[in-house]
């Protein structure tokens, strides 16, 4: 990161300012509409963002050359990562990238993954926690995480539930224009309907029917609840010189009594109760 300097500690001050009004508005915003539950638990919201923020989240996108392919972050490979390249919102990497990028992007995930927002989430999603644990007085850690995603042509991942730990997604979809609307995360659901899967694998596009697809907007949000129902994907990209860009949020479950593993964040590590 490049020397600091006043200006660089007012444009700091500045963006903290903007990602918390940016934080207040997307609870807002989430707040206004219902879950849709007609297959699994999700939302889909245009302007998530405050219009100005998020022109900031687009002049501070990290260029292509800023990420790193998936299958080199030593996180699961398979389906699903080839032709798909991430920037995790830690110090390290944040500190990587130039002087007002790496500002914006420590005041972003300073606000987005504190514990006013993680609160904000966790209350929204009780019922639909108590449900998945049946209502059992169980303790449980989860962890945040928050990547930046750009998928290129040919990406695709066929329908799955994600991993069995994971609570909540939150995809917020940051292109340039809408001219990539057709691109964005589809919902499916098996032909074999009594078909149910705990999460991990990754099934062909041929075992299930596709609801609906999220329209890809600019500042539009698709947030989930996982089950063992929640599946989705993305068809394949079929266009060249595409650049798909994407901010994925992540609350993720780790029981008290199991051990961690090489993902395990200590620093956005929290408990949560299931009643």
């Known amino acids: 990161m490049e020397s600091f300097s006043l200006d660089a500690e007012k444009f700091a001050l500045e963006a903290e300012k903007l990602s918390l009004e940016a934080e207040q508005h997307v609870e807002a915003r989430m707040s ?16 998530i963002f405050p219009d100005e923020y998020y022109k900031l989240i687009r002049e501070y996108w990290p260029g292509a050359k800023q990420f790193t392919s998936y299958e080199d972050t030593g996180r699961a490979v398979g389906h699903g990562t080839l032709n798909r390249n991430v920037l995790k919102l830690t ?61 290129e042509s040919y990406y695709n991942i066929g329908p799955h539930t994600d991993h ?48 609906t697809t999220m329209p890809f907007l600019p500042n539009s949000l698709f947030a989930f609840v996982k089950s063992d129902i929640s599946f989705h994907g993305v068809e394949s990209i079929k266009e060249k010189n595409i650049e798909r860009d994407l901010l994925l949020h992540n609350i993720r479950l780790k029981e008290i009594k199991g051990g961690k593993d090489k993902y395990y964040d200590e620093l956005n590590t929290r408990i949560v109760y299931t009643s």
């Open 32 to 47: 206004d509409v219902n879950f849709i539950e007609t297959s699994f638990p999700y939302i889909y919201i245009e302007n």
């Open 91 to 151: 110090t390290d990497h944040v500190n990587s990238l130039g002087l007002k990028q790496s500002l914006f992007w420590h005041s972003f995930s300073d606000s987005f993954l504190s514990d006013t927002f993680y609160g904000y989430l966790t209350d929204r999603l009780r019922p639909y926690i108590e449900q998945r644990f049946e209502g059992n007085q169980v303790k449980y850690l989860t962890d945040s995480e928050i990547l930046l995603i750009k998928d």
């Open 164 to 211: 069995p730990r994971r609570l909540f997604s939150m995809l917020f979809y940051c292109p340039a224009d809408d001219r990539q609307r057709h691109l964005g995360t589809s919902l499916y659901t098996p032909k074999d309907k009594s078909f149910r899967c705990k999460g991990g694998p990754h099934y062909e596009f041929d075992k299930f029917d596709r609801l």
